[in-house]
């Protein structure tokens, strides 16, 4: 039974539950499916539990199949010749290139982790590092590759994604300005084989919840891993005026990340200990608690797709406020289901954060607004039916083409089958 290899970076992560929920859509519709992941996460909650239990990890190295990878790389290396010439020969710096030919080496160590299991499509979730191995791994194994992208992996780390482009056999995006995007800057790619799906949440799990806590004291949170695109920098340089301006308030930061130390350092720089707190992971239970005491969950992103930490506040008819950028506007209507701000201008934020702070008993409707929008737009099940549909279509068209001009003869030797070309018909 041929299968789909299912790659991320890392995997399960928490904050990416969609991975998981799209692998059982999948299965749920009779596809054998094989969860990859270069790594895994340091914390995995009990509902991935099972999940990370069957997925195949690539980190640490095996040093056995490491040396019959370097036997595929060189041997096979005809195959991806083109591949590895469009590393070297592009306009990245030296070091990215010298960096992508050493994932070209993950690549093929991920088609010999893969050698027998039969697989004949591989998915890539993210443009990272993991989407250029995935293609190498693809092309070594004969299968065909197709990705999802969101979005600082298009709009501020796109690593040669005109060469994945061309060679995906679909792509899949989360909103409609990722998809603008790519028909502008990527001209060369195919249009048919870009699509939009948006993501969604579970509204029978994100219900709106009194806030018990109601009081003088503003409450503003946020919520995602501390990364610089996250920019709570930013959100910590605000409070510190909010503080100056005598607006009796709380943040409160949910996520882990590298930034933690250096955040850590600026709240105690601005003396902000008791005003803003960095609480870490939290899992999905607490995490609606804590949206339930909000009185505004802000989202500071210098990137995003559409965050769906945003869908989840807002199916709880909380206000949330948010840069006007990317797909950000498609899920935010200003004043309607929310509200926006310029991005990195800390005197519009911080109007916003006062409006809002002084109208909440008035601003009941705009969550309502919130729900509603979610209800029509971003509904978890409804939006992973029409993916789990496009995505199985576009592989069965795929299905029908010719033999591969990549197939691989020697590792069909190792059981596995020839694989067919699974090209769109145009």
Known sequence: MTQI????NSFPEALESYVCEEIRELRTRGKAVVPCSFRRPRQISAQAAEMASETTYLFPLDPRLAVYTCWIFFSRFPLIADLLWRAVRGPEPMQRRLRTVAHSWLGAYLAAALRKKQIAHIHIHHGY????????????????FSLTLHGSDL???????DCKLKHCKFC???SEFNG??????YPEADPRKILVHSLGVDLDYWVPRQNTTAGS???IVSVGRLHPVKNHEFLIRACYELKNADLDFHCTIAGEGEEKDRLQNLIHELCL???VELCGHLGRDRLRILYSRADVVVLTSRS????QTLMEAMAMERIVLAPAITGIPELISDGETGFLYQQNCLADFLDKLFGISGARPSLRNVGQNARRHIQLRFNRQRNLDIWAEDFLRLLEVTSQGQESSHANPVLQQVQLPVQRDRSIPV
């Open 5 to 8: 290899a299912y790659l991320a």
């Open 129 to 144: 590092f993991s989407s250029w191995a995935g293609m190498v791994a693809a092309r070594i194994l004969g299968a065909t």
């Open 155 to 161: 709009l501020v780390r796109a690593d040669y994604l």
């Open 172 to 174: 899949l995006t989360v």
């Open 180 to 185: 603008r995007y790519i028909r502008e800057h």
């Open 217 to 219: 004291c503003f409450s």
């Open 273 to 275: 200990q008791n005003e």
């Open 304 to 307: 995003e797709g559409i965050p």
